[in-house]
């Protein structure tokens, strides 16, 4: 009974076409997934193996929002007259289409249809677009870190010193979500992710390309915090961190519809087992006043876009999201993600640690303390074509952050993202006194990790181990306690069944003489440590990668 309700409509469309008009934007949504080729028992046919990790590893179900829509309800919107079928999403369960708005009610009278929301005028995707500039590579070291005209921002947060530990970010994968990244291909200070493969994905959900790198700088300059890297002149946050690139935000007008753009980047960055989303964007009012939320909209709950961050954050994702520049307009407040629980939103500050005048205040509606915490946003040194030059906004302290998360998330693979955000808090300089204006304060990295160490146990008698994961096949044992007598520790590798792997047995001296362990002999997976040093035992976990 139900195929032939289709036909009779279907049929409705073909025989009967209306008079078109206008072409506009909508989200058409199902009532459910039935006729689903997939399973949350095989999730591998549509979630990458790092997405399955990063789920195992935080004990977080695959759940039926995970799965797919219906391809067979896809294809039957396919395959009606003048509709164009872009963006599906499955956390929405629904699909973007582009259609003449005359076509509405009929489309809602489809049995599977459950509801259609306009969200943008007007005919935006260009379905041939495709491709993307040619890198030019130039050559460039690994060492030092240090970038002389970044060095005073990266020690604001405490980033010089994850990086003298050995964290640029390595085995991460963090994605960008911004209004385009302009020229990253054609600039010194990136070639390095080209040369080096470390943009692992690109998507335009704005007009449906894969060549981000056009459209508009922000996203350069913001990518640069994070990203950029001279050898001795300019160093991003984790400029070893792995990429993906999306661009969800049309700075040609502003309509709902770059929220559901962010959800659909969201969904993709998900499927590629992304760890950390940077949104430097964020929503309030639009060109189309009825579409304007209100204050009492920053409640966690209403917003689009903050619906599908926390949905992300819900998939073990860490999102950071810039609060806004709305401290001295009239909205005055956060903008959309930031008011997510589960988004740890970045304010900006002054080199005097004073709220930057610009930065959004919280809280948010519900009396939640927003910002969470607060970084560098003022004078903040970033990248763009060729040239280093300042900026100023919280669309740059996300990032800083960001890159300072990746760091410290690479230290301690073992915690879950609600886990990163919550260290990354009560370790800031005002956590005693959170207020409205910066939140907990101004986040430092030897801080959290030296709490970690303290709570996690990830440290065994005066030393630590990193990197963590391993990407380069080795463990480096860092001492650093130089006061006591050399030690001699012995290394049991077990696999996480608790079989034995192998012992390395190796003295520790000083902390200017690190002790490097070839673990080659490891495949790519997780392991157990087990730690022994004056006969006290510890474990640890360690993934190489």
Not at 141 to 168: C, R, S, W
Request: proline share 4%; with cysteine; aromatic share 12%.
């Amino acid at each position: 009974m139900v195929k032939n309700k289709l036909v009779i409509v279907l049929m409705s469309f073909l025989f009967a076409f209306p008079s078109f008009g206008k072409v506009n934007r909508y989200m058409v949504f199902f009532k459910d997934k039935n006729n689903s080729t997939f399973s949350i028992d095989k999730p591998e046919a549509f979630l990458s193996t790092r997405a399955i990790e990063r789920r195992t590893k935080q004990n977080i179900s695959i759940v039926p929002n995970d799965l797919p829509v219906s391809e067979s309800y896809l294809n039957d919107l396919r395959n009606l007259d003048q509709i164009s079928v872009i963006f599906p999403s499955k956390w929405a369960n629904g699909v973007l289409v582009e259609m003449d708005e005359s076509r509405v009610d009929e489309l809602k009278s489809i049995y599977f249809v459950n509801d259609i929301i306009y969200v943008a005028p007007g005919s935006r995707i260009n379905t041939n677009a495709n491709g993307g500039r040619m890198a030019k590579v130039k050559e460039v070291t690994n060492d030092p870190f240090d970038g002389n005209q970044t060095k005073a921002q990266n020690e604001f947060i405490g980033v010089d010193v994850m990086h003298k530990l050995g964290y640029h970010g390595e085995g991460m994968l963090i994605a960008v979500f911004d209004s385009g990244f302009d020229f990253v291909d054609q600039s010194s200070y990136f070639s390095h992710l080209f040369k080096e493969n470390s943009i692992r994905g690109t998507k335009d959900f704005v007009r449906g390309s894969s060549n981000v790198f056009q459209y508009d700088s922000h996203g350069s300059k913001v990518l640069s915090c994070i990203s950029a890297f001279s050898e001795g002149e300019y160093t991003g946050t984790a400029p070893l961190s792995d990429l993906i690139l999306c661009v969800t935000e049309d700075i040609s007008s502003e309509y709902r519809i770059e929220e559901y753009n962010w959800l659909f980047a969201a969904e993709y960055a998900d499927s590629a087992g992304v760890d950390i989303i940077n949104s430097s964007v964020g929503y309030s009012y639009f060109d189309d006043e009825s579409m304007n939320y209100t204050y009492a909209d920053m409640n966690g709950n209403t917003t689009v876009i903050t619906k599908a961050a926390d949905m992300a954050a819900s998939k073990g994702i860490l999102v950071v999201s810039s609060v806004g520049n709305e401290g001295n307009n009239t909205w005055k407040y956060l903008n959309a993600p930031s008011d997510g629980d589960s988004v740890m939103s970045v304010g900006a500050v002054t080199y005097d640690m004073d709220r930057s005048n610009f930065s959004s205040f919280g809280p948010t509606s519900d009396g939640r303390i927003k910002p969470d915490i607060t970084s560098l946003g003022s004078w903040v040194k970033i990248v763009y074509k060729n040239d280093i030059s300042f900026a100023n906004g919280t669309s740059f302290s996300s990032p800083m952050v960001a890159g300072l998360a990746a760091g410290l998330w690479q230290a301690y693979p073992q915690l879950t993202n609600m886990e990163v955000m919550q260290y990354l808090k009560i370790t800031a300089s005002q956590s005693d006194a959170p207020d409205t204006a910066m939140g907990y304060g101004i986040p430092n990295f030897i801080r959290a990790f030296n709490k970690i160490k303290v709570v996690e146990g990830d440290i065994v008698n005066k030393f630590v181990v990193f990197p963590n994961p391993v990407t380069n096949r080795r463990i480096i044992n860092f001492y650093i306690d130089p006061t006591t007598e050399p030690n001699i520790a012995e290394l049991y590798f077990y696999d996480l069944k608790g079989s034995f792997l192998q012992k390395k047995v190796f003295q520790i001296k000083n902390s200017l003489d690190p002790v490097e362990i070839d673990v080659s002999f490891l495949n790519p997976g997780s392991y157990i440590l087990n730690y022994v040093i004056d006969g006290e035992t510890k474990k640890s976990k360690i993934v190489v990668q």
